[in-house]
């Protein structure tokens, strides 16, 4: 599927996504924003995916090796945690709708490129067909072997957290990114390599101009 066959095409205006393997510090710089926009005291919701509801408890159970399901399984509660977390109640679209900016720890990126992987392109395409996009797309660039020796220290690594699967994660994400290049959302790409201060410097001159005009 090329850039020009990507079918998603609505943006949602202050929709702020991280995107990135496990590793690159998407968590820790979504904390660090959290804190300069509750500073400004500009009105926000942060978020992440898996959510917080059943179905999102249950995917982490599945990512944590505790219940095994079908590749093809996960792929349809991903969609599935989404769609809820879209346009259920308290959900992303209705934060928006008042005004505040979302920033949000993974989205349908995630899924294009992790169950992209297991359980092939074609499924992950058509679950995620008519999502919205972001105005933002953070995306943070690591090599597998540095993300893996930050992993390390968190405890019982989950089942996508392998070096051979992230190399090839890794890979995929420059497909979607490619695919919806010219799509609507800005791209901002971020060396997670660099220093945590630094980094939420770039994050914050990114975000700020998206609500302070």
Same mark, same amino acid.
């Given at each position: 599927?090329?850039?020009?066959?990507?079918?998603?095409?609505?943006?949602?205006?202050?929709?702020?996504?991280?995107?990135?393997?496990?590793?690159?510090?998407?968590?820790?710089?979504?904390?660090?924003?959290?804190?300069?926009?509750?500073?400004?005291?500009?009105?926000?919701?942060?978020?992440?995916?898996?959510?917080?509801?059943?179905?999102?408890?249950?995917?982490?159970?599945? =990512?944590?090796?505790?219940? *095994?399901?079908?590749?093809?399984? #996960? $792929? /349809?509660?991903?969609?599935?945690?989404?769609? !809820?977390?879209?346009?259920?109640?308290?959900?992303?679209?209705?934060?928006?709708?008042?005004?505040? =900016?979302?920033?949000?720890? *993974?989205?349908?990126?995630?899924? #294009? $490129? /992790?169950?992209?992987?297991?359980?092939?392109? !074609?499924?992950?395409?058509?679950?995620?067909?008519?999502?919205?996009?972001?105005?933002?797309?953070?995306?943070?660039?690591?090599?597998?072997?540095?993300?893996?020796?930050?992993?390390?220290?968190?405890?019982?690594?989950?089942?996508?957290?392998?070096?051979?699967?992230?190399?090839?994660?890794?890979?995929?994400?420059?497909?979607?990114?490619?695919?919806?290049?010219?799509?609507?959302?800005?791209?901002?790409?971020?060396?997670?390599?660099?220093?945590?201060?630094?980094?939420?410097?770039?994050?914050?001159?990114?975000?700020?101009?998206?609500?302070?005009?």
């Amino acid at each position: 599927m090329t850039a020009e066959d990507t079918p998603f095409r609505e943006v949602w205006e202050r929709f702020v996504v991280f995107e990135g393997i496990d590793g690159t510090g998407t968590t820790t710089q979504r904390n660090l924003l959290s804190e300069a926009l509750t500073d400004k005291s500009i009105p926000f919701h942060s978020t992440a995916e898996p959510t917080g509801s059943e179905i999102g408890r249950m995917i982490r159970r599945i =990512l944590a090796g505790d219940l *095994r399901v079908r590749p093809e399984t #996960l $792929a /349809y509660l991903y969609a599935t945690d989404r769609n !809820e977390h879209l346009y259920g109640e308290g959900g992303i679209r209705e934060h928006l709708q008042s005004g505040k =900016l979302v920033v949000c720890d *993974r989205y349908l990126y995630s899924s #294009l $490129a /992790y169950q992209g992987c297991s359980s092939g392109k !074609e499924l992950p395409d058509r679950l995620n067909l008519g999502f919205p996009l972001p105005s933002l797309l953070v995306y943070f660039e690591l090599p597998p072997d540095r993300a893996l020796n930050r992993i390390s220290g968190r405890g019982s690594p989950d089942i996508f957290e392998r070096r051979d699967f992230l190399t090839e994660v890794s890979k995929a994400y420059e497909d979607v990114l490619s695919r919806f290049s010219g799509q609507g959302t800005e791209i901002l790409r971020i060396d997670g390599s660099r220093s945590i201060p630094d980094i939420a410097r770039e994050i914050r001159d990114a975000v700020l101009p998206l609500v302070e005009g």
